[in-house]
């Protein structure tokens, strides 16, 4: 194995274009907490104020151990997910490569993967999708969409006569684990985080993850706390009531501060006495407000106070080697039409603008080609939203459910959507996959909420989403009851036997988009003679459903115009006026035929009017080039 995975890794050098300090062998060179069995604490790496290590954890939900036979009513770690990976690799080496891309900021390899028939062309030759999961760590559901599509076409390859010909006509990359750092700690402690575990002054105190979550009762999971208000100090602020629809007094309802009759906190203690509690935990970089696309400093990095910032954003764009491997990724395959980099929570389909509406900055073309994407998504997923962050994701509950005032657009930066379409003309996804467990609307109000997810909860999943509530001894705070949803595996993921529908319809959504990539196909070349001269005739086609470049896409040029070259031997075409063979027309000295951008299902000719002089055939090389829609060569022979 050790021997085909060095091979593999000088194979990727070339073929795909990456650095050497990148594309290394991704066999592990050192054993990660996660790993090490004999540890009983999960070490995180980086200087911090706060501790570096926690006790380590296993959830029932979670698979650990990879197994001889792949299920998806699991959850899985990127080790078992990396193991299928390369059991893959092995497996089907004439329609994938398995490479590194990136080391994470713990050092960890990023794999991903290349799902295309070799013996049909390179895999940089034709019209190509990306789609990506664990960016932010904890969202594990993610990660799983894009693992159960890549075993779905591989499976299916030879099976499905649609997969067939989407892998050999089209490029697809996957890439499971964007953030494994991140996921790893948080399926093997009770830790969580936004994106990256690296040391992050979140607070604005001038110390780093020196607040964490603690499991003050040793069950493993960080839950909620509510301490009942009882100074006078303690009144003022309260702003939790037990909410009336619930009958067993368990859930909790956000009020005004002041109206309430308790405090709400997540599990653990004041680490640093400011009267915070975990505000500062392990990491709080945000690896999707980290793109280069209308990204804005972090909260504190504005001189004026009065402009707009971001949290979350990093020391500056793409600070982060998880984002950057993404997008210099990207960059270098132009040919990539489409994308989707998954999250949770919210089910939805979510695209640009993200800081604008689609109608203010969107041209007509692409904004119709997303709308009816919009409506595919949710017609495959059931997703209640599909629509732009600025507008859709920001209203979608109508109204400040703690107010009453209603929602109002409202801006992200530095997001991937932005990214996806403004910079890379790119028809890109952000979707968010699971919805908190609120499967129907219970009581009829309009609104999926908590209440929704509660009477779910022990109607259709035996209660196992929400901890009672317990009576605990709070070094600082007194008594308080610890308890709630459980975080991990009912409100950001769902239950283990709830995940393979959502990812596959999640996934059939993605794979429709794929088999939409456009596709230029040569239909006829004809040639005609006249003396010694030849006219060739080019028809061609882009039989794909996209066309090979959005609007913004030449507007940002990512993409070059089709192109059509007809090449002949080098020793034929020397001379000049004195040549053997002599391309008359075009007339310039260039003599590739520039065609503009061909939409879905457009028919385009070009001709070509060669002199030959000799009476013996010649052969030459047709070569229809698009960024997009893909590469074509066909040998002709003019006589």
Same mark, same amino acid.
């Given at each position: ?416 959507? %932005?990214?996806? +379409?403004?910079? =890379?003309? $790119?028809?890109?996804?952000? !979707? /968010? ?6 499967? #129907?609307?219970?009581?009829? %109000?309009?609104? +999926?909420?908590? =209440?929704? $997810?509660?009477?779910?909860? !022990? /109607? ?6 929400? #901890? ?172």
């Amino acid at each position: 194995m050790k021997k085909y995975l060095l091979l593999l890794t000088g194979f990727s050098l070339f073929a795909y274009g990456i650095s050497v300090a990148q594309e290394i062998s991704y066999v592990d060179r050192k054993k990660w907490p996660e790993q090490d069995e004999k540890a009983k604490f999960y070490t995180i790496s980086g200087e911090r104020h706060g501790q570096s290590f926690f006790k380590k954890h296993q959830f029932p939900e979670v698979q650990y151990e990879a197994g001889e036979k792949l299920t998806f009513d699991i959850y899985h770690t990127p080790d078992v997910m990396y193991h299928w990976y390369r059991l893959w690799a092995e497996k089907y080496p004439d329609i994938t490569e398995l490479y590194e891309v990136a080391k994470s900021f713990e050092g960890r390899p990023i794999l991903q993967m290349t799902i295309t028939n070799k013996k049909t062309g390179k895999h940089t030759d034709k019209p190509a999708a990306y789609f990506e999961g664990g960016r932010h760590g904890g969202e594990v559901t993610a990660s799983e969409a894009v693992f159960w599509l890549s075993n779905h076409l591989l499976e299916n390859y030879g099976k499905d006569p649609k997969i067939t010909q989407l892998i050999d006509t089209k490029t697809i990359y996957v890439r499971p684990q964007n953030n494994p750092d991140g996921t790893n700690m948080y399926l093997f402690s009770e830790q969580r985080n936004r994106s990256t575990v690296r040391p992050y002054d979140v607070d604005g105190d001038g110390l780093y993850d020196e607040d964490p979550e603690e499991d003050l009762n040793g069950d493993g999971v960080i839950h909620m706390m509510r301490k009942k208000a009882v100074t006078d100090e303690e009144k003022e602020t309260a702003n939790f009531i037990i909410d009336p629809k619930d009958p067993k007094g368990r859930l909790m309802k956000r009020v005004l501060d002041g109206k309430g009759d308790y405090l709400m906190y997540s599990e653990g203690i004041d680490n640093d006495g400011d009267g915070k509690y975990n505000e500062d935990g392990i990491g709080g970089l945000d690896l999707h407000r980290n793109y280069p696309e209308n990204w804005r400093p972090e909260n504190r990095g504005d001189a004026t106070g009065r402009g707009y910032t971001q949290f979350g954003a990093g020391e500056y764009p793409l600070s982060e080697i998880e984002t950057r491997s993404t997008v210099l990724w990207l960059l270098s395959h132009p040919n990539i039409s489409v994308v989707n980099s998954l999250d949770t929570r919210v089910p939805m389909h979510l695209r640009p603008p993200s800081t604008s509406s689609s109608e203010e900055s969107m041209f007509l073309k692409d904004r119709l080609i997303y709308e009816y994407y919009d409506s595919l998504g949710m017609t495959i997923t059931g997703y209640p939203w599909a629509g732009d962050v600025y507008e859709t994701y920001s209203t979608r509950g109508k109204v400040n459910r703690l107010t009453g005032d209603p929602l109002k657009p409202n801006p992200l930066f530095g997001h991937g959507p %932005d990214f996806g +379409y403004f910079y =890379y003309g $790119a028809v890109w996804y952000g !979707d /968010e996959l699971w919805n908190n467990g609120a499967m #129907k609307d219970y009581d009829g %109000d309009g609104v +999926y909420d908590d =209440y929704d $997810a509660i009477r779910w909860d !022990d /109607e259709e999943n035996q209660s196992r989403g929400f #901890k009672a509530w317990e009576k605990f001894d709070h070094p600082q705070l007194g008594e308080v009851e610890i308890g709630g949803f459980h975080p991990k595996f009912f409100s950001q993921n769902g239950p283990p036997w709830q995940l393979e529908g959502w990812i596959r319809k999640q996934s059939l959504f993605n794979l429709a988009m794929a088999m939409d990539l456009p596709q230029i196909e040569i239909k006829d070349v004809k040639v005609i003679k006249a003396g010694n001269e030849h006219v060739v005739t080019v028809t061609w086609i882009n039989s794909g459903n996209l066309p090979v470049a959005l609007e913004q896409a030449k507007r940002v040029k990512i993409v070059k115009e089709d192109r059509l070259m007809l090449e002949f031997d080098k020793d034929l075409t020397k001379g000049h006026e004195n040549a053997i063979v002599q391309i008359t027309s075009p007339d310039l000295y260039d003599k590739t035929i520039f065609a503009g951008y061909t939409e879905s299902g457009e028919t385009k000719e070009a001709i070509f009017r060669v002199k030959v002089n000799q009476k013996d055939p010649v052969k030459a090389t047709l070569k229809l080039l698009s960024t997009r829609g893909g590469y074509v060569e066909r040998e002709i022979t003019l006589k």
